[in-house]
């Protein structure tokens, strides 16, 4: 295939004012998301997650905190479908219940940090001046403390719970937002069908609605995904160094860090949460890999 | 004077960039010490413990200094971080800097060893897969790297020691001998290491990989090859120094994760590193510790940031005019 050769799925202009790449992305993105191994991939695994976390809300085999000292250690069979760890408790039901943890960390800090970090880069990128220097400035500030930092100060001030895992995910990931809505949304501003609704008469509040948001949604869209992702792995890291979740309740990483004295007995103590979570992780990173492709339209082969 | 000018405007953008740098900094200083600051209830009284008379308390909290106003003590701990004197351990008593430094004996030459680990692994992986794009081995080196994305530094951790330490006995489960013995030390940090540097290098080989298929495109690569170059050649001759600037900063964010990520990976192992001391100073309630080894990560943090941004500039000369 030659390298300067136009994509076969060149779009035609609808003729109306809307930006073509969304256009793309809706008219024929379902067959090529299904065409895409990644992407399917990708999209199996989030609904499995989503699923397992739905079910295990109203349903598990056993309670996931339910102790049976007798059976304590016992190795996958037909009664624990993967076995039971050192307090007898349903290895299968925790994994399951573990997934709400993570969903739950995962939603709510790319909530919090899409809240804040969409608006101060739309911000950012409308004012340029001072406005924007300072909101960048500030993001820079915040660049500083990665999760696991972040994580680790605000356990040492409140205590560690759940609710400092989210936060301090959800902090960390704020100047990502910012850039990645800042330097695209710089893109269609300087275009020229924004100089043209600019010249038209339109509020900047306006043209962020018709014309940036509609535009960046996709990109922002698989950040989200992406960063849903790091979440995870943050969040399992937190778990197993005991600042997130605590015991008896089941996550990925309290189920790892309670492994880590069997690792010679019962080695597939560890194994099932890892698997768990890499599964989860590579399940929405790909997802978000699919997004960004489906919106690429040059990168399509 | 017409040399001066222009060499006040060549630093311009640097100094620009480095006052960000230090505004940003500052800031967080302020964010570390009012989060762990601001708080009601006394350190003093954690401390001693809830039979503890009050007198004991007072007597505590003035020798912390912890009675002072909250803007002189924040002044009091950034002017000695300025002189190089992090302060003395609420708990232990002992120099908080001399401890840092004990500790970063042991995270130093982990994360270094580690990058190296990632380097090696990572480069290669990623021209390997650039090169052979479109084929079943370049696919393989992709699904290889995506997988290992996605596996957290624990997970890694664990599976190594349950197969080279439990299973194969190679290597020791976890602690750390001290340099005493730089041979039993190095082995010590073995698996800790691989425990980081598989992760980071899955993460860098493909950003290698982007990198190098980019240049593989570019027209200047076409012509090399049509002049009769075999593609590794002209990659040699042409493509690599192109494809290290992206790269630079990459490994740049890799040395600031592998950093965090040594947080983890010593408790996992129990290395008394930086990561083991901050947890424990966590666990104690010993806030000016945390305060401290915060602001040291979230400034190496940063001057990597800047670090990277300064050599983009330098790598490429096409970046000089902008600022």
């Known amino acids: 295939m030659g390298i300067g050769m136009p994509p076969l799925d060149q779009p035609t202009t609808t003729g109306d004012n809307e930006p073509y790449v969304f256009e793309v992305a809706r008219g024929r993105g379902w067959r090529r998301w299904l065409h895409n191994p990644s992407a399917l991939i990708g999209s199996i695994i989030v609904v499995l997650v989503v699923a397992s976390a739905l079910v295990s809300l109203v349903w598990t085999p056993y309670s996931p905190l339910a102790v049976d000292p007798s059976h304590a250690l016992s190795g996958p069979s037909l009664r624990h479908l993967l076995g039971t760890d050192e307090y007898g408790r349903d290895v299968f039901s925790r994994l399951m219940a573990s997934s709400q943890v993570a969903l739950f960390v995962g939603v709510l800090s790319v909530l919090i940090a899409t809240a804040v970090g969409i608006p101060a880069g739309l911000l950012a990128a409308e004012r340029r001046g001072a406005t924007g220097q300072v909101v960048l400035r500030l993001a820079d500030i915040l660049y500083g403390f990665p999760a696991l930092l972040a994580a680790v100060v605000l356990a040492a001030a409140f205590g560690a719970s759940k609710s400092t895992v989210v936060l301090a995910i959800g902090i960390s990931y704020i100047p990502v937002f910012v850039r990645v809505t800042r330097s695209n949304a710089l893109v269609v501003l300087n275009s020229e069908y924004v100089l043209a609704a600019r010249a038209y008469g339109r509020r900047p509040l306006a043209i962020m609605r018709r014309h940036v948001i509609p535009n960046i949604m996709t990109t922002i869209i698989a950040q989200m995904s992406l960063l849903f992702s790091l979440a995870v792995l943050a969040e399992t890291a937190l778990d197993f160094l005991g600042l997130g979740t605590a015991p008896p309740a089941a996550s990925w990483g309290t189920m790892l860090q309670s492994s880590q004295n069997y690792l010679g007995n019962d080695p597939l103590l560890t194994v099932w949460p890892s698997v768990a979570i890499v599964l989860c992780v590579l399940g929405f990173s790909l997802f978000g890999d699919g997004i960004s492709e489906l919106r690429d339209v040059r990168g399509h082969r | ?323």
């Open chain 2, 1 to 323: 004077m017409d040399a001066a000018v222009r060499l006040g405007r060549a630093l311009m953008p640097l100094l620009r960039r480095v006052g960000t740098i230090a505004v940003a900094l500052w800031g967080a200083s302020v964010l570390v010490f009012v989060v762990l600051n601001v708080l009601p209830g006394s350190p003093a009284q954690v401390i001693l413990g809830t039979q503890a008379t009050p007198q004991a308390v007072r007597q505590l909290t003035i020798q912390l200094g912890l009675n002072k106003p909250l803007l002189r003590q924040y002044l009091d701990w950034v002017g000695g971080l300025l002189h190089g004197s992090l302060g003395v351990s609420y708990i232990s008593h002992l120099s908080i800097g001399a401890q840092i430094a004990q500790a970063l004996s042991v995270t130093g030459p982990l994360v270094l060893f580690a990058l190296i680990i990632g380097l090696v692994i990572g480069l290669p992986l990623g021209f390997l897969g650039a090169l052979r794009n479109g084929r079943v081995s370049g696919s393989l080196i992709g699904s290889l790297s995506q997988i290992g994305m996605a596996v957290p530094t624990v997970v890694a951790g664990l599976l190594l020691v349950i197969i080279l330490t439990v299973k194969l006995h190679v290597f020791p489960t976890s602690g750390f001998p001290g340099w005493s013995d730089p041979l039993q030390a190095l082995r010590a940090l073995v698996l800790p290491a691989f425990s980081l540097g598989l992760v980071e290098g899955a993460i860098l080989s493909r950003y290698v990989r982007a990198s190098v298929l980019e240049q593989l495109r570019s027209d200047y690569l076409r012509t090399a090859r049509s002049k009769g170059l075999r593609v590794g050649q002209a990659l040699r001759r042409h493509g690599i120094r192109n494809a290290a600037i992206p790269l630079v900063t990459v490994v740049g964010l890799e040395l600031a994760s592998l950093i965090v990520g040594a947080i983890v990976v010593e408790n996992v192992f129990a290395l008394p590193g930086l990561g083991l001391l901050l947890l424990d100073s966590v666990n104690n309630r010993d806030l000016i510790t945390v305060q401290d080894i915060a602001m040291l990560v979230a400034s190496a943090v940063l001057v990597i940031n800047l670090v990277v941004d300064l050599s983009y500039r330098l790598l490429d000369p096409r970046l000089k005019g902008l600022s």
